[in-house]
């Protein structure tokens, strides 16, 4: 019979009962709320030497990368134990298990994304049978992540904050999954962005259907990792407000925004309601209007976008909101308007002086 460590927070101690039952291992299951610090942990708990494998679910950030590190750097000088850590796909996490696995040769890391199924990996992990090379994996995150960081196009001055608005033609033409979308493209850029639920229908709905993955802060309720507010707070420099259908009755505040994105749809039969929503637009103006064609095709988009203001796209297919996109059309359309928040000149602006 082998034995395991399993450390997690006290609701999710229970979580793989059935496979150590099945597997025939002896579990010690010990709550994360106990263990303020890993690396005593580990120098102090004696029988740690003596166990075959040891998990550690880090989804809530409870110990910082560098603790967690230290931690494994101590246990490695003693212990021969298998190590198996389980995490969300947030930025910390990304950097802890790429560092994980590429200096400290750990394999077995379960990154716990939307659709993932942690029995069957952690099955994976204790039968060491043959699965997607996890420390391949977790190495190449980091270095994307690594690298976007590095070429970010944009300066974002300190104290900066910027509040991005969007809203659709009509009901369900995807105005919270754009929303999501320039989140993820806001994080890429360097912001720190939270979704700001304008309209009030979005997380009470997230809050019951995805409620084990959902973490109470004193700013903000995170949902995969991505903050929701209510209001703006020192952690966030840019606020994503999805306001819903664009009515009479928020326009005026649609129109406040730093940056205001119309998402819209280009079927024949949808186009009054694109030009219903333009009309409140033109009653309240915006600082820049950028319209997302959702659920579109590029012809469609070509015979139909004269309609659709000066400042247009098409937004590529998005199922996974808790994922990014792809980002390419998001550059196009709001890398400009945003350099021009941080202050920096826009390219078409720097053609013009050198033509001059």
């Not at 102090?44 to 166990?51: D, F, L, M, N």
């Not at 994976?124 to 997607?132: I, K, Y």
Request: charged share 20%; net charge negative; with cysteine.
């Amino acid at each position: 019979m082998k034995s395991i460590y399993y450390l997690a927070h006290e609701e999710n101690l229970r979580r793989f009962d059935d496979l150590f039952n099945e597997l025939d291992f002896l579990a010690t299951e010990i709550s994360i709320e106990k263990v303020p610090s890993l690396t005593a942990f580990v120098m102090k708990e004696k029988p740690i030497v003596q166990q075959d494998y040891l998990i550690l679910d880090v989804s809530e950030n409870d110990w910082t990368p560098a603790h967690v590190l230290s931690a494994v750097q101590q246990l490695r000088r003693f212990s021969s134990t298998q190590l198996i850590f389980l995490g969300k796909p947030d930025e910390e996490t990304v950097e802890l298990f790429g560092t994980l696995a590429g200096i400290h040769h750990v394999n077995n890391l379960i990154m716990q994304k939307p659709g993932t199924d942690a029995v069957t990996e952690l099955r994976a992990c204790l039968t060491e049978q043959p699965q997607f090379p996890r420390k391949l994996q977790a190495i190449q995150q980091q270095l994307v992540q690594t690298a976007a960081r590095t070429v970010s196009p944009l300066l974002i001055p300190d104290g900066l904050v910027i509040h991005v608005a969007v809203a659709g033609t009509m009901p369900r033409c995807g105005v919270t999954m754009q929303s999501f979308a320039i989140y993820h493209y806001l994080k890429s850029l360097g912001w720190r962005p939270a979704i700001w639920d304008e309209c009030g229908r979005v997380l009470p709905q997230l809050k019951i259907f995805e409620q084990e993955f959902v973490v109470e802060k004193d700013d903000a309720v995170e949902i995969h990792g991505i903050p929701f507010c209510q209001g703006e707070s020192s952690p966030y420099n840019a606020y994503v407000q999805d306001w819903g259908m664009l009515t009479q009755e928020n326009a005026v505040h649609f129109g406040a925004a730093d940056l205001n994105v119309l998402v819209a749809s280009t079927k024949p039969w949808e186009l009054p309601a694109v030009a219903d929503a333009l009309k409140q637009v033109v009653s309240h103006p915006c600082r820049e209007l950028i319209t997302l064609a959702s659920f579109s095709t590029q012809p469609d988009l070509d015979r139909l976008g004269k309609y659709f203001g000066a400042k247009n796209g098409l937004v590529p297919y998005y199922p996974d909101p808790w994922q990014p996109p792809e980002l390419e059309n998001y550059t196009k359309l709001l890398l400009p308007e945003l350099k021009s928040l941080c202050g920096q000149p826009r390219l078409e602006a720097v053609a013009e002086q050198e033509v001059e």
